[in-house]
């Protein structure tokens, strides 16, 4: 029994009797396959801290801002000493349709004010000369959009869902197509001196996308002779109402789909071990669901070339996932 306001152990130790009538103790690590969030506060399951009804919420101080007295309107004061400048030249703007404009430059003491009349209705053309860059401690808090796409897409706009590592020693990977849903390539491997294709799927979470995926999959399929072929990922979907367990939506076009998709590229379900759902939204109440979307697919030049491979489908740790991982005889 353990008591839920302690913390949970990671080990426990287990006396393993001995020969001579004694015990030795040993100890044995703990792994949770999940935890309810825990509340710190009411040291009670199921909801965080932010969430706890115990917790009083704390007044916001107040802020106290300083104002100068006798400041004209639209007035921008900046400390010269840590301003900077820069020719505008290549940044004029074209002129458009307001009744008046003007921009005064003033300098008083060691400020330096930029103001502009209250009857100004919009932007007005820069001259040529010097801007005043006001000093700011903060930095950049915000890029333009056209820059802020292109720092998270970066030069690749199709994403990277999909990462591959492997071990040259062990083996060698030639990509041979990317696609925002898969990767297929040939692999090498080296203890055998034998090629073989693999495509490592992550299918969307709509119909219509993955029916593109099963396109694809079909293209692919008619390319391969006699060489072994193995596909396997987060397809996303299942293929019978055996792989859902709990609520869950209409699958019956979405399992259709993927069932035809293995008729036509003669893909077979790998033989698995252990978990039997590969996936769970991790809700504690009726909602629950499970789901079996994690698989490896081959085709028949796989299990005539290794007919005892198998994969593990393991617990998930830091993902909702299950990981897979492949089995049987030499090389695997």
């Not at 009744?99 to 103001?115: D, F, H, L, T, Y």
């Not at 367990?245 to 789909?257: K, L, N, T």
């Not at 499970?290 to 740790?317: E, H, M, Q």
Request: aromatic share 8%; hydrophobic share 35%.
């Amino acid at each position: 029994m353990l008591d839920i306001s302690s913390k949970l152990p990671k080990h426990v130790i287990v006396k393993i009797p001995r020969d001579d009538g004694g015990e030795v103790p040993c100890p044995v690590d703990v792994e949770y396959e999940w935890l309810p969030p825990k509340c710190t506060i009411c040291q009670s399951l199921g909801h965080k801290n932010a969430e706890c009804p115990d917790m009083r919420r704390q007044p916001t101080p107040a802020v106290h801002v300083f104002v100068p007295k006798n400041l004209p309107p639209h007035q921008v004061i900046c400390d010269p000493d840590h301003s900077q400048t820069r020719d505008l030249a290549s940044r004029t703007r074209e002129p458009r349709d307001h009744p008046s404009s003007r921009q005064n430059e003033e300098s008083k003491g060691n400020e330096v004010v930029v103001s502009s009349t209250p009857d100004e209705a919009g932007p007005s053309r820069m001259a040529e000369g010097k801007e005043i860059v006001i000093y700011n401690a903060f930095d950049a808090l915000l890029l333009d959009d056209e820059n802020a796409e292109n720092s998270a897409r970066g030069p690749n706009r199709t994403g990277s869902r999909i990462w591959l590592a492997w071990d040259d020693d062990f083996v060698g990977i030639d990509v041979l197509d990317v696609d925002a849903q898969y990767v297929h390539c040939r692999v090498l491997i080296h203890c055998i001196h034998t090629h073989v294709l693999m495509t490592i799927v992550y299918g969307v979470n709509d119909l219509g996308g993955r029916r593109v995926l099963w396109q694809h999959l079909s293209n692919i399929s008619c390319l391969i002779d006699d060489i072994p072929w193995l596909v396997g990922g987060d397809f996303n979907t299942v293929l019978d109402s055996s792989e859902v367990c709990g609520q869950s939506g209409d699958i019956r076009s979405a399992a259709e789909d993927f069932q035809a998709c293995l008729h036509d590229t003669g893909l077979i379900n790998l033989p698995m071990q252990g978990e039997w759902f590969t996936w769970h939204n991790y809700s504690s109440d009726t909602r629950s669901l499970w789901k079996k979307l994690d698989r490896i697919l081959v085709n028949d030049s796989w299990l005539g070339t290794w007919p005892n491979s198998f994969y593990a489908s393991l617990n998930a740790r830091t993902s909702d996932h299950s990981p897979l991982v492949l089995g049987g005889n030499v090389p695997f």
